[in-house]
């Protein structure tokens, strides 16, 4: 698939109009956090304002409040459309030595592109060719195109295909959300009810792994149990290279392998805490059944709903590290079990998954909402992280997070108020100590609460995360599978100049 203009446009365009003043203009642009602003009459693009321009303006002493943009304006401005190649608007960009462009569909402005929307796409070419710097940890570098999700992290927006995640999370199961995500599509109630059944019956420990799990389940947490439970699966059920097998039977196996993982998981709980594994129950859905072989007690629908509804925001979350990993390992054409595998590796890594036990911890050790305060103050001051707090790519309310806080009001408890008066104790003394650096709660501060109040352990929390993560991993191992070309990037040698001589071993 080619990265098309419509791909990476801001949409919808910041407009202004040609009789605004220059101080509107930059008004709109501050807030919209762009570089520039285009002038449309009756949605039609007549000019581009850009910062350039605002520069020039202030050069020649125009007066903001009065000046017209008309007056600064590039008129009449090269535009592109939406369907553009992104490799044809870079050319036209550089070329031109402009910075935006206007996209123009049915005569009427639809978004802007700008040469940094390119620069992600163009970054990251092959060894040889001429080649940007990459940013450090590849931020914002776009390495691959997925039909699976994204994240769009200015509007606190997350989508699992064509729908909001929320939304999926609100209104549908688990199973249908994986249907939509293995499939293609949401299920109607016939589909919804074979694809349960199908999944239901796939949930017990075979054989082979049922008689190791005791003795692995003797040293290592319980995801590092996952880990080499995953690996022996793999062997025992003969998982072959996904180079050398068809679409057809990597989903046979993908679909296989979720439906086993929470049996796995709670069998090692129980393991490690001298119990004996309960088998899993095919009239309960996926998250209360899951509830049921970790704690003894058939949940409540309230619980088992507020479960499901966690693992079905926390499904997929755009090319975090351990999807990325995953994604990697397919394209060497390795087996199923070796990406998930690799991918858990990656999510053990407290960087990635280890946050929600750490913020319920941060919970217990601030004690009640008056100590919250000085609590936080303290910590920021020292230099500290506040755990559930802050992200990379959302700098506005993480939208996982809003659910979930509504999510712990119907479940109640002594947790409720407390946390969200620390979550607003915090917003504002983060919002002091820290302004303009956009820190709200983020999905593992709530998680915590939820996961606690339905009686999860909190040792279980990350490998919770892995049960419905596994079905985002792989749905990217299988979409990579689909369309693989090997990943394998470049990285700049900074050592002493080569060659020097070989020294002799006695000189
Ligand atoms: C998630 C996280 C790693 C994202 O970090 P990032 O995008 O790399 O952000 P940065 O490290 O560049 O932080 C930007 C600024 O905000 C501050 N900041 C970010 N998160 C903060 C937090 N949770 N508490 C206090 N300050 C925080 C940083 O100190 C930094 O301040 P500075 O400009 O004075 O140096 C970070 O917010 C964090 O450590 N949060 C706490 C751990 C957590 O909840 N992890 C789960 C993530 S889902």
């Known amino acids: 698939m080619e990265t098309i203009v419509r791909d990476l446009m801001t949409s919808p365009p910041v407009t202004c109009a040609a009789d605004d003043t220059l101080a509107e203009a930059a008004r709109a642009m501050q807030q919209a956090d762009t570089g520039s602003v285009v002038v449309t009459d009756e949605g039609k693009v007549v000019g581009i304002l850009t910062e350039r321009d605002l520069l020039r303006a202030a050069a020649g002493q125009g007066n903001p409040d009065s000046e017209r943009v008309r007056l600064w304006m590039t008129a009449r401005p090269d535009v592109l459309g939406p369907d553009e190649r992104a490799d044809a608007a870079w050319a036209s960009l550089t070329s031109h030595h402009y910075r935006h462009l206007p996209v123009v569909e049915g005569g009427h402005c639809v978004g802007v592109v700008s040469l940094r929307d390119l620069m992600a796409v163009a970054r990251i070419r092959p060894a040889g060719e001429a080649s940007g710097d990459v940013p450090a940890g590849l931020e914002g570098v776009v390495v691959a195109e997925t039909t699976i999700g994204d994240v769009r992290g200015k509007e ?12 999926l999370a609100e209104k549908r199961s688990l199973e249908d959300v994986w249907h939509l995500l293995y499939n293609g599509e949401l299920p109607d109630a016939a589909a919804s009810a074979a694809f349960g059944e199908e999944v239901r019956h796939r949930r017990a420990l075979p054989q082979g792994l049922r008689a190791v799990l005791p003795a692995v389940c003797q040293s290592g947490a319980p995801l590092d149990v996952l880990r080499t439970a995953v690996s022996l699966l793999g062997a025992e059920l003969g998982w072959r290279p996904t180079h050398d097998i068809g679409a057809d039977e990597l989903h046979d196996q993908a679909l296989g392998l979720c439906a086993v993982v929470p049996t796995i998981l709670a069998a090692a709980y129980r393991l490690r805490q001298g119990q004996e594994p309960l088998e899993p129950r095919d009239d309960l859905g996926f998250a209360a059944n899951y509830l049921f072989m970790l704690t003894g007690t058939e949940p409540s629908p309230l619980h088992a709903r507020a479960i499901e509804q966690y693992m079905i925001l926390t499904i997929d979350h755009g090319f975090n590290a351990s999807t990325f990993t995953a994604r990697v390992v397919t394209s060497t054409g390795a087996d199923l079990g070796a990406a998930i595998v690799a991918a858990i590796g990656a999510l053990s890594g407290p960087l990635h998954g280890g946050a929600p036990s750490r913020a319920l911890d941060m919970l217990d050790a601030i004690g009640t909402p008056e100590r919250a305060e000085a609590y936080v103050r303290a ?129």
């Open 156 to 167: 606190g927006f997350f989508h699992y295909r064509q729908y909001s995640a929320v939304e």
């Open 379 to 507: 910590a920021v001051e020292a230099g500290d992280r506040i755990m559930g707090f802050g992200h990379r790519v959302y700098k506005t309310d993480d939208p996982r997070s809003l659910l979930l806080r509504s999510v712990t009001e119907q479940l109640g408890g002594p947790l409720v108020e407390f946390s969200q008066a620390v979550e607003r104790t915090t917003v504002d003394v983060l919002a002091e100590l820290k302004p303009g650096r956009q820190l709200y709660t983020n999905v593992e501060f709530y998680a915590g609460v939820v996961m606690h109040t339905c009686g999860i352990p909190r040792e279980m929390f990350t490998p919770t995360f892995a049960t419905g993560r596994t079905i985002g991993w792989t749905t990217h191992v299988m979409e990579q599978a689909a369309h693989n070309r090997l990943i394998r990037p470049a990285a700049r040698y900074v050592g002493p100049p080569p060659p020097q001589p070989v020294p002799s071993p006695d000189a």
